[in-house]
């Protein structure tokens, strides 16, 4: 089985800057596409990025491409969301996941190409 544990979120001020950290375990991700999606009070979750087992291939949504930045270290079984400039927009439960199904190294955008989630963790942007 495998679990994500999602880390460094917490409250900052509009323009500051978080990184999120995805660690797994139960299984060794190295060769696994995965992903970063977000969840704002009263909306339904979305996609933030992703990126492919090798590093290769990211993709963003529109609204955080230039601002964010996702990276992954395979020896350490982790993904990481630096996030710079932050909106109050950006305010949203920060979910990671990891896609162990389709095998492909295009990683993948929508919430059903993902079969494992974390619980989420907090950011909140102030103005």
């Known amino acids: 089985q495998v679990q994500l544990v999602e880390s460094g979120g917490g409250l900052v001020q509009a323009g500051g800057s978080l990184r999120l950290s995805c660690a797994a375990s139960?299984?060794?991700?190295?060769?696994?596409?995965r992903g970063w999606f977000r969840q704002a009070p009263g909306k339904e979750r979305e996609f933030v990025a992703s990126?492919?087992?090798?590093?290769?291939?990211?993709y963003y949504t529109g609204s955080v491409k230039g601002r964010f930045t996702v990276s992954r270290d395979n020896a350490k079984n982790s993904i990481y969301l630096q996030m710079n400039s932050l909106k109050p927009e950006d305010t949203a439960v920060y979910y990671c996941?990891?896609?162990?199904?389709?095998?492909?190294?295009?990683?993948?955008?929508?919430?059903?190409?993902?079969?494992?989630w974390g619980r989420g963790i907090q950011v909140t942007v102030s103005s």
């Open positions: 139960g299984r060794i991700l190295a060769t696994y596409n």
């Open positions: 990126i492919n087992w090798s590093g290769s291939t990211t």
């Open positions: 996941a990891a896609d162990l199904d389709r095998r492909t190294t295009v990683p993948g955008r929508r919430q059903d190409e993902y079969d494992y």
